[in-house]
Antibody
Framework: QVQLQQWGAGLLKPSETLSLTCAVYGGSFSGYYWSWIRQPPEKGLEWLGEINHRGSTTYNPSLKSRVTISVDTSKNQFSLKVTSVTAADTAVYYC????????????????????WGQGTLVTVSS | DIQMTQSPSSLSASVGDRVTITCQASQVISSFLNWYQQKPGKAPNLLIYDASNLETGVPSRFSGSGSGTDFTFTISSLQPEDIATYYCQHYDNSFGPGTKVDIK
C-alpha cells in the first residue's frame, strides 16, 4: 500500500523560505510524477509543480521563480522549497503521486493524482 | 493556460437524488479530465480519471462522461457520506473552482 507522509515547518515569517518534505512508503518511486499542490484556507486547489525520479521538473508559471522541487531517490523522498513567502502563501500543502508517467492519445495517467499526503498547514505571519 | 469552470458552485439535494455537476474547459482537452472528492480537513480523493474511468475502490454510483470541452460528473444516488466538495482537473494548474454538495 502506497503511503505519502509529509512534514515541515508550519509557521513562517514573511520573506522566509518554506520547506516541506514528502516520504513515499510502499510501491515504486520510479515510473510516476510527484507533485506539490496547495490550498489556501476556504479556497480551491493550486498545483505548484512536479518532479519525476530522474529529477525532471515542471513548475506552475505563476510561482516558478520562487518554487524548487527536488528528489532524493535514495530515501524515496521529494521536497518543496518556496522562497520569499508572504501571507498569500498561507495554505495547506499536499504532496501527491500521479497514476503513471506517460500519456497517450487515450489516457493520461501523468495528470491524475491517486495518492496524497496528509497535508501540512503552513501559516505565514509576522 | 486552460481554464476550467464548474457549475453549480454549490447544491443541496436529498439522499437518493441524482446529482450532476458540469465542468467546461476553455480549450479542447480530449478526455483528459479527472474528478476529485474532498471532505473537510482531508486531502482530495481521485474518483474519476480520463473523464469516465472509475478509480479502483470508488463506489459505482459515481460516474463521469464527456470529451472535448464539456464534461459531466454524476452521483446516481446521493448518500450522506457524499457530502464534500468536488473538483474537476485537467493538467498543471487547471483545477476547477469546486462544487460543494450538501444534503437537503
Amino acid at each position: 500500500q502506497v503511503q505519502l507522509q509529509q512534514w515541515g515547518a508550519g509557521l513562517l515569517k514573511p520573506s522566509e523560505t518554506l520547506s516541506l518534505t514528502c516520504a513515499v512508503y510502499g510501491g515504486s518511486f520510479s515510473g510516476y510524477y510527484w507533485s506539490w499542490i496547495r490550498q489556501p484556507p476556504e479556497k480551491g486547489l493550486e498545483w505548484l509543480g512536479e518532479i519525476n525520479h530522474r529529477g525532471s521538473t515542471t513548475y506552475n508559471p505563476s510561482l516558478k521563480s520562487r518554487v524548487t522541487i527536488s528528489v532524493d531517490t535514495s530515501k524515496n523522498q521529494f521536497s518543496l522549497k518556496v522562497t520569499s513567502v508572504t501571507a498569500a502563501d498561507t495554505a495547506v500543502y499536499y504532496c501527491a503521486r500521479s497514476r503513471g508517467m506517460y500519456c497517450s492519445t487515450t489516457t493520461c495517467p501523468r495528470i491524475a493524482y491517486n495518492y496524497w499526503g496528509q497535508g501540512t498547514l503552513v501559516t505565514v505571519s509576522s | 493556460d486552460i481554464q476550467m469552470t464548474q457549475s453549480p458552485s454549490s447544491l443541496s439535494a436529498s439522499v437518493g437524488d441524482r446529482v450532476t455537476i458540469t465542468c467546461q474547459a476553455s480549450q479542447v482537452i480530449s478526455s483528459f479530465l479527472n474528478w476529485y472528492q474532498q471532505k473537510p480537513g482531508k486531502a482530495p480523493n481521485l474518483l474519476i480519471y480520463d473523464a469516465s474511468n472509475l478509480e479502483t475502490g470508488v463506489p459505482s454510483r459515481f460516474s463521469g462522461s464527456g470529451s472535448g470541452t464539456d464534461f459531466t460528473f454524476t452521483i446516481s444516488s446521493l448518500q450522506p457520506e457524499d457530502i464534500a466538495t468536488y473538483y474537476c482537473q485537467h493538467y498543471d494548474n487547471s483545477f476547477g473552482p469546486g462544487t460543494k454538495v450538501d444534503i437537503k
